[in-house]
């Protein structure tokens, strides 16, 4: 199983950027994915995730209305678009496979992980 993170950038408060996750070796469709995200000297917390359809999206209170989290089954990727960004969403920013049925937000839930991006917001 492969996880690959791109798109991270730097970009100026307000801005936007798109996230991808290409994945490989798994049966794609069959899982639910996560995003989650670590700041320098912080702990990995969970930015959002969705179903395996895709019908349903859960989001991390601070990025609701501005992050939006999509799949493409056909592709193998799940996205992260991200408006109107600040600087405290700078970190690293992290895909991942859900594993286990339970909470969305739960890291030990989710087995595979990619190598993360890195997004910069300027102030």
């Known amino acids: 199983v492969q996880l690959q993170a791109s798109g991270g950038g730097v970009v100026q408060a307000g801005g936007s950027l798109r996230l991808s996750c290409a994945a490989s070796?798994?049966?794609?469709?069959?899982?639910?994915m996560g995003w989650f995200r670590q700041a320098p000297g912080k702990e990995r917390e969970f930015v959002a995730a969705i179903s395996r359809s895709g019908v349903n999206t859960y989001y991390f209170d601070s990025v609701k209305g501005r992050f939006t989290i999509s799949r493409d089954n056909a592709k193998n990727t799940v996205y992260l678009q991200m408006n109107s960004l600040k600087p405290e969403d700078t970190a690293v920013y992290f895909c991942?496979?859900?594993?286990?049925?339970?909470?969305?937000?739960?890291?030990?839930?989710?087995?595979?992980w990619g190598q993360g991006t890195l997004v910069t917001v300027s102030s």
């Open positions: 070796g798994l049966a794609f469709s069959t899982y639910a």
């Open positions: 991942a496979r859900k594993s286990e049925v339970g909470t969305m937000s739960n890291a030990g839930q989710y087995d595979y």
